[in-house]
């Protein structure tokens, strides 16, 4: 240590009551650099080894979170005309998945529906060609039998009769099938029956006279039901023709 006299100038150093020192300090940085050193590797290592358990822990948990929406995919691969009865589990599902659950399931009932009456129609227009069909092939037989101008001209006409009923068959059975839906949620209007069954009794005349069968309506004509005219006409006609034959 040593005075340092260059600040005073020329005062009188008796008179100053303490003394300025400049003292400079130095020490090696060599053991801190490398501790620091350390210490960032270690940082770094234990970052990296963080990053990685997180990564696979989102992993793992995305893929649990989404184990759901797997076994959903998976149900709707599985579904076909063969299992339309079965329904998506509304319980112990997420809560998020439960409206897709629900809508899911009603979209199944609609589509059961429509396959339903597909099928009701198929069967019933099977049920009801198979007789003017039958009736179709046996007049063209006869015809070819025996042709003559007159046979042909009469087969022609019936032909084209049997045509025609077959054509209102179908026509009935499509509009029995489109108006299913609505029929179920609105109304339906009453229909009398006696006029229905007197119609069908009409159609089936010839072959009532051919087996010289003897028929009487025992219905009042303000008797009425609750169902589609269309559908109620093609029952009556089923009964008339059992019945008949």
């Not at 008796?14 to 400049?22: P, T």
């Not at 005349?205 to 303000?222: A, C, F, T, W």
Request: glycine share 4%.
């Amino acid at each position: 240590p040593r005075m340092d006299t260059d600040d005073w100038g020329n005062r009188d150093m008796s008179k100053v009551d303490h003394e300025v020192l400049i003292m400079a300090a130095a020490m090696d940085r060599g053991p801190l650099d490398r501790a620091l050193a350390t210490l960032l590797g270690a940082l770094v290592g234990v970052g990296a080894v963080i990053a990685l358990t997180v990564a696979a822990l989102v992993n793992v948990g995305v893929r649990w979170g989404l184990l759901p929406l797997d076994q959903l995919t998976r149900h709707l691969t599985q579904v076909d005309a063969a299992s339309l009865s079965r329904r998506f589990a509304e319980t112990g599902v997420p809560r998020e998945l439960l409206p897709i659950h629900m809508e899911l399931n009603r979209m199944l009932d609609r589509v059961e529906q429509t396959i339903t009456r597909e099928r009701a129609f198929a069967d019933a227009a099977a049920h009801e060609l198979r007789t003017p069909l039958a009736e179709l092939r046996t007049t063209t037989e006869v015809a070819l039998r025996w042709p003559d101008m007159q046979r042909a001209q009469a087969a022609l006409g019936e032909a084209l009769a049997i045509g025609r009923e077959m054509e209102r068959l179908v026509e009935s059975l499509l509009r029995i099938s489109r108006t299913h839906s609505a029929c179920i949620q609105q109304p339906v209007e009453p229909v009398h029956v006696a006029p229905v069954v007197r119609q069908c009794i009409q159609h089936a005349d010839e072959s009532v006279k051919d087996r010289n069968l003897q028929v009487s309506i025992g219905l009042k004509d303000d008797d009425t039901i609750q169902a589609p005219r269309e559908a109620l006409e093609i029952i009556v006609r089923n009964l008339i023709d059992n019945a008949v034959q």
